[in-house]
C-alpha cells in the first residue's frame, strides 16, 4: 500500500484529521449558547458571537495557524542550501509584507480588495496542498498516471470548493464577519456563474468516482489518495454552506494546518536523510538530554539534585518524543509567533484608528501583522508544492 510513512501515519495526520474541521465552529457555538447570543450575528460588533469568532480566530491562529505559517520557514529561509540556490527568490519575499501594509493604510477599499485577493490565496493554497500530496501518493503507488486521471483528480479537488461559495457571492452575501468582500460586487446577480461551477464539480465527481471504478477493476487502486480526496471533497463543498463562514474557513485553516506541520516535519525529516546534514532543531531534546547528564553530577547537593530534575525532565520528553524531533519542530515554529505579535502592536501604535468605524477595521492591526507573514507562506509554497519528492521516502 502505498503510505507516505505508515498507514497509522498517514490516517492520523492526514486523513481521519478531518475531523479537526468540525472543532472551531463547535467553540464558537459553545460560547455563543452559553452567553445567551445569537449565531447569527457574528458580523454585529459587541454581540456574543462577534466576540466568540474573535475568540477563535486568536485561538486557531495561536495554537495551529500561526505555527503552520512560519513552519514553511525550515524549509526556505533556514535551509542554507535553498538560500543560496534561491537567493532572489528569498530576498523578494520583503515585497509581501511591504505591499500588506500598503494596501491596508492607503485606503478602506484597498484593505476590503486585501482580504479579497487572501481568501482568493487561501482556498487556492489549501487545495494545492492537498494535489501536493496526491502527487506525492502517485510516485508512491508506482503505477502510471495518464494525464486525463491526473487532470479528474486536480479537478474535483480544485472545483469541490467553489458552487456553494459562488452562490453566496451571486446573493452577495460572501461575508467575513462584519465586512462583505468584493466577491460580492463582481458577482452579485450572476448567479448563471454558481449554477457553472455546479455542473463543472459534479461533471469532475461522477469522472472521479468512474475513474476510481476502473482502477478498482484494473488493479492500481490508490486507496491512500483516494481515502484523502474524498474527505477533502466532502468538507470543502459543504462547509461555505454555515452563515458565518469566518469561523466554518477555520475549521478547514486548522485541518490544513495540522496536515501541513506534519508534512513539513516529514519533508525535513526525509530532508536530513537524504543530504547527511544534521538538521539541529530536530535533534534539540537529544542534545540538552547529553549535555545535562554530563553536568548532572558536579556541585553542591542542591544543585546537583536541580540537575539531576532538569535531567530527568528532558529523558522523560525525549521518551515522550521518541527522538522523532517533532515536539521541537513545532516548539520552534510556535516561539516564531511573537514576530506577528510585535507588527499588530507596531501597526497599532504608529496608526492608531485607522479606517475610523468602517466595518471590519478594528481587525485591520491584526490582519497586518498575520498576512505580512502568511502570503510569503504562500508564495514559499507555490514552489515547495511542485516539489513532490520531498514527501516520498
Known amino acids: 500500500m502505498p503510505w507516505l510513512r505508515s498507514a497509522r501515519w498517514d490516517l492520523g495526520f492526514l486523513t481521519f484529521s478531518v475531523a479537526l474541521v468540525a472543532i472551531p465552529y463547535a467553540v ?47 524549509r526556505t529561509i533556514m535551509d542554507r542550501d535553498f538560500v543560496r540556490k534561491r537567493f532572489a527568490f528569498v530576498a523578494s519575499s520583503v515585497l509581501v509584507p511591504i505591499t500588506v501594509f500598503t494596501m491596508i493604510l492607503y485606503s478602506y477599499e484597498t484593505y476590503v480588495w486585501l482580504l479579497t485577493i487572501f481568501f482568493s490565496m487561501a482556498s487556492i493554497h489549501a ?13 508512491r503507488s508506482g503505477f502510471r498516471m ?14 469541490s470548493l467553489y458552487p456553494i461559495a459562488v452562490w453566496k457571492m451571486a446573493d452577495r452575501n460572501f461575508n467575513i464577519g462584519p465586512l462583505a468582500l468584493k466577491f460580492n460586487d463582481i458577482l452579485g446577480g450572476q448567479h ?39 474527505f477533502t471533497v466532502t468538507v470543502m463543498f459543504w462547509t461555505p454552506l454555515m452563515p458565518n463562514m469566518d469561523t466554518a474557513f477555520q475549521g478547514i485553516n486548522v485541518w490544513h494546518s495540522f496536515q501541513y506541520l506534519a508534512l513539513t516535519w516529514y519533508a525535513n525529516r526525509l530532508r536530513e536523510e537524504r543530504t ?12 540538552l538530554s547529553k549535555r545535562a547528564r554530563r553536568v548532572s553530577g558536579s556541585g553542591a547537593g542542591t544543585m546537583r539534585r536541580a540537575r539531576g530534575f532538569v535531567t530527568g525532565t528532558l529523558s522523560t520528553l525525549r521518551k515522550v518524543d521518541r527522538d522523532t524531533g517533532w515536539s521541537t519542530f513545532y516548539m520552534l515554529c510556535l516561539s516564531m ?13 504608529f496608526w492608531p484608528h485607522m479606517h475610523g468605524d468602517m466595518p471590519g477595521s478594528d481587525e ?18 507555490a514552489l515547495l508544492f511542485t516539489d513532490h519528492d520531498a514527501i516520498v521516502a
Open 28 to 74: 464558537y457555538l459553545f460560547y455563543v449558547v452559553f452567553g445567551g447570543g445569537s449565531a447569527l450575528d457574528a458580523g454585529v460588533k459587541g454581540t456574543t458571537a462577534y466576540n466568540a469568532r474573535v475568540m477563535v480566530n486568536y485561538l486557531v491562529a495561536l495554537l495551529i495557524g500561526g505555527p503552520h505559517m512560519y513552519a514553511t520557514f525550515t
Open 127 to 139: 487545495l494545492h496542498q492537498l494535489v501536493w500530496v496526491s502527487e506525492a501518493y502517485n510516485k
Open 146 to 159: 495518464s494525464r486525463f486521471a491526473r487532470a479528474v483528480d486536480y479537478g474535483v479537488v480544485f472545483s
Open 192 to 230: 448563471w456563474v454558481a449554477w457553472l461551477a455546479f455542473v463543472v464539480f459534479f461533471v469532475m465527481l461522477l469522472l472521479f468516482i468512474g475513474k476510481t471504478v476502473v482502477e478498482l477493476r484494473d488493479g492500481c487502486f490508490n486507496l491512500p489518495k483516494t481515502l484523502l480526496i474524498s
Open 276 to 287: 547527511g546534514k544534521r538538521i539541529g532543531f530536530l535533534h534539540l531534546l537529544e542534545d
Open 337 to 349: 509567533l511573537p514576530i506577528s505579535g510585535i507588527l499588530v502592536l507596531a501597526a497599532g501604535r
Open 364 to 381: 485591520a492591526y491584526t490582519y497586518m501583522g498575520i498576512l505580512s507573514i502568511l502570503l510569503v507562506h504562500y508564495v514559499h509554497d
